[in-house]
């Protein structure tokens, strides 16, 4: 299994960023997938996660309305639209395979900074 997140980057406050995961390895269609971040002197903090086929999408409350979630199962990929950007929003972000309510794969994560 790799996951190898990309799109991360600079970006000053209110501005936007999309965020992919390419997956390998094993059927990414059949599984749920999650975006999860840690911000810098922080643990970790569930972002979103979405279904195998893209139906259902979940959010933290910190960034519901903001962040959308998507998966394009044909190209094996995972997306994070993160729209609005905030300062608090600066963190390295991961996307995970999950598997029966837990997370058994992590990709390395791509770092995301908001400041002006």
């Known amino acids: 299994v790799q996951l190898v997140e990309s799109g991360g980057g600079l970006v000053q406050p209110g501005g936007s960023l999309r965020l992919s995961c390419a997956a390998s390895?094993?059927?990414?269609?059949?599984?749920?997938m999650s975006w999860v971040r840690q911000a810098p002197g922080k643990g970790l903090e569930w972002v979103s996660n979405?279904?195998?086929?893209?139906?259902?999408?979940g959010y933290a409350n910190s960034v519901k309305g903001r962040f959308t979630i998507s998966r394009d199962n044909a190209k094996n990929t995972l997306y994070l639209q993160m729209n609005s950007l905030k300062p608090e929003d600066t963190a390295l972000y991961y996307c995970?395979?999950?598997?029966?309510?837990?997370?058994?794969?992590w990709g390395k994560g791509t770092l995301v900074t908001v400041s002006s």
């Open positions: 979405i279904d195998k086929g893209g139906g259902y999408t």
């Open positions: 390895g094993f059927t990414f269609s059949t599984y749920f």
């Open positions: 995970a395979k999950e598997y029966y309510y837990d997370m058994d794969y």
